[in-house]
């Protein structure tokens, strides 16, 4: 039977129940499984007809220090499934892959990991840190490392079950190595010594598989892995009516899940083989095994295991850890699906750190480690934005960073729609500190993240206005005193120019014009932006909406009018900001905004409806401030992006927070993120990254330049030096803004939440 035809019937095979296991199989009956050696895990010679090999217990490790596989999970007798059973909701089964679960492909920019053809995100990205809170009340209550229910002790791990025998026949390597242990036990004085050499024997290359052969064990495993999904739901429907479990109907349970999960890693291995054939190679992607492994086999028992907490804690910290360690070394054997691993090894880790109470340091350390996959995993998929969700659920007692991830969710290019109660929630924990009596004010972020609530809300225009006063009342008081916006520019920045897109909604104005300035390539995006400019470039400036006071019942009705304030918002907290230019700290945050105007000149019809607002005048003082001297002419004058060669990287730490987002696609070439800075070092500014963001400034005003509309540069002819000087239209643009007067300070006092006003109060800034 020649290739086509396997795969022709491997297709349209249907598929049918795994047969139980042989009484006399041993447990490490499967040949690719990662225990074994990777060579002979990839020999597919002697795949039929050779006796399962056997490990003698002293000499296999624990599943809960080890990556591998558990003997006594593989060799349990398999429980008889039930066909009568009615399948619950959350598992299904057959050759279809799930239609909720899209094969979405790769977007400019938005990707870096070539090999990310499958995609893959848990229904609920809630679910890893959404338990029952009376779970919680249990596990704060009493300490979990005390004594267990005597129930408990029967899920204490054991490497084989009792009367566990061998099996009839070792492989001769596992024959030898024997002999060679026996052989060094030996001591001078055995009047008997072993007849056998201590010396390690050149290990045999075995021959490397064909085709055929590999074709033919795909086939089975495939129609294995659609067997044990079916009895996986099965067994799982049985449990349905049942109010307690017993350990033996846990052990079923998880010895089934981890088997699909075993089968799941012998197909990707086969599949992946380097003498695989082209359409061998593409099973996995055709019939969506990955998300098949993940929802089936991993995240649909999780939440089975959660709806029965506390009961179920130990026997979900097992399966958790086992699935932990495969996933591990899927990294390896598979790195084709790298990015669904590091995002499920983010899901594991959060599940664990949520078995654990409030404020313990096994809780911190999970927390940790969630967190340090999900950013490995956005590293390779950086415009997804259920990452960033899942990032906000788990970071604590930090508001601005918190509403900085969810608006970061809203406006990536793959928005998560769910982050949308994320933010509702941070809107909460704001108004509440706004509204409270306390003795002590609330500080910038709450005044900030207030400010949103009122806009995304629809709520009250003068509300919106008075907290926004105050917020830029206390920012400019933290400048003024060294605050260092290195990091917290970031949490002011990108929420407020998720506010200008309307936090990613269908309605919003600038969103729309940014999505369909995508259809264009970042080449021809820039030949229409300066054929536009340059027809143009003299234009007088649409009108905005008429600066009058808003009545205090007013509230935001239409998308313009949350337009409107938003720029508002937005450039006078970039206009306060630029008051500082002495100040080196603020550095991150301009950056960021100058990117984001040069995106704006980019899309002409966006940039028409906002460049009224923007601070042309400080800008331009602020371009005039930095060093050109360090500068690369050549680089600045180009229309190429400028990549810094002094430094091993091209990215700044700035570059993390706004890749990925609707506005930015225009902004890097193609692959900048391919060889990204370590996580490590993205938290701090050295010099090289000073002065690439210093050279990266200086080339976005040259490019705002070359519009020949809101800035100039000049030349002297005596100094060669270069300086930025503002356009008649831009002078204009800067007499009829309106942000000024909208957000002008007044010595009035805060409203309260029934609208009358109350006494001032310490301030607390943080």
Known sequence: MDNQSRMTRLRTRPPKPQPPAQVGEGPMGSRFHPTQPPAERRNLDDLHGAPGRSNPPDTAATETKSRKRSAAAADCDVPQRSGGAVLPTSYSHGNAADPNQPDAGCRPQTRNNDQCILDFTIFDPDAPVTFPSDYYKIIDKESIDQ?????????????????????????????????????????????????????????????????????????????????????????????QALEKLTAQQWNNLIMWHQHLIHLHHDLYVCTQYPTTCGDLFKLPVAHKMPPRMLHRGIYAFLEVMKSRLPDSRNYMIQFLQHVY????????????????????????????????????EERITRATQSTNWYYAAADENYGKGSLYH?????????????????????????????????????????????????????????????????????????????????????????????????????????????????????????RNMFIDSHKLSSEAKLQRAMQYWAKHSTDPPRNTPEDEIPSPTATFSTPLEKLSYSSYLTFFTLSTVLSHTHIDEIMPFVHIFLAFIWSLALVPDAMICVERE????????????????HASILRLESTNFPIYDRTLFSQIPDDFSIRGQIWSQGIYPDNFFLNPLPKDERGFDTK?????????????????????????????????????????????????????GVFKPTQGAIPSRSGRSQPARKRKDR
């Not at 050499?197 to 590999?214: D, S, V």
């Not at 500080?443 to 509300?463: N, T």
């Not at 916006?485 to 998720?498: E, Q, R, S, W």
Request: charged fraction near 25%; hydrophobic fraction near 35%.
């Open 614 to 629: 923007i601070p042309w005048r400080k800008i331009t003082k602020f371009l005039n401030s930095l060093d050109q001297d």
């Open 147 to 239: 004594k267990t229910p005597q129930e408990d002790k029967k899920v204490t791990q054991k490497l084989f079950p009792a009367g566990w025998q061998p099996g009839g026949s070792i492989s001769n390597e596992m024959k030898e190595s024997l002999l060679v242990k026996s052989a060094s036990r030996g001591i001078n004085a055995d009047p008997e010594p072993p007849q056998f050499t201590t010396m390690i024997r050149e290990r045999r290359i075995n021959e490397t598989p064909q085709p055929n052969k590999l074709l033919s064990e795909s086939a089975k495993l495939y129609e294995a892995i659609s067997g044990i999904e079916l009895t996986c739901a099965v067994e799982a429907a049985k449990i």
């Open 390 to 510: 899942r990032l906000g659920n788990l970071v604590a007692n930090n508001l601005g960073r918190k509403f900085f991830l969810y608006s970061r969710s809203l406006i990536s290019t793959e928005r998560c729609e769910k982050s949308k109660s994320g933010v509702e929630n941070t809107f909460v924990m704001a108004l509440q500190s706004i509204n409270s009596c306390g003795p002590i004010d609330p500080g910038i972020p709450s005044w900030f993240v207030s400010a949103h609530a009122l806009l995304l809300r629809g709520d009250s225009i003068s509300k919106f206005i008075a907290y926004s006063q105050e917020f830029c009342a206390l920012l400019r008081r933290r400048i003024a005193q060294n605050f260092k916006l290195n990091g917290a520019g970031m949490y002011l920045g990108v929420p407020n120019i998720a506010a200008m897109l309307q936090y990613g909604e269908e309605e919003g104005i600038l």
């Open 688 to 740: 090289s990254s000073k002065d690439t963001r210093n050279e990266r400034c200086l080339w976005y005003g040259y490019r705002l330049a070359s519009c020949e509309r809101w800035i100039q540069l000049f030349t002297d002819e005596k100094t060669g030096d270069r300086d930025f000087r503002l356009t008649s239209l831009a002078e204009h643009l800067e007499a009829t803004a309106k942000h000024p």
């Open 325 to 360: 360690d495969l996933t591990q070394v899927l990294l390896e054997s598979a790195p084709r699906f790298k990015n669904m691993w590091l995002e499920c090894l983010g899901d594991l880790a959060a599940y664990r750190m949520s078995l654990e109470s409030t404020f313990s």
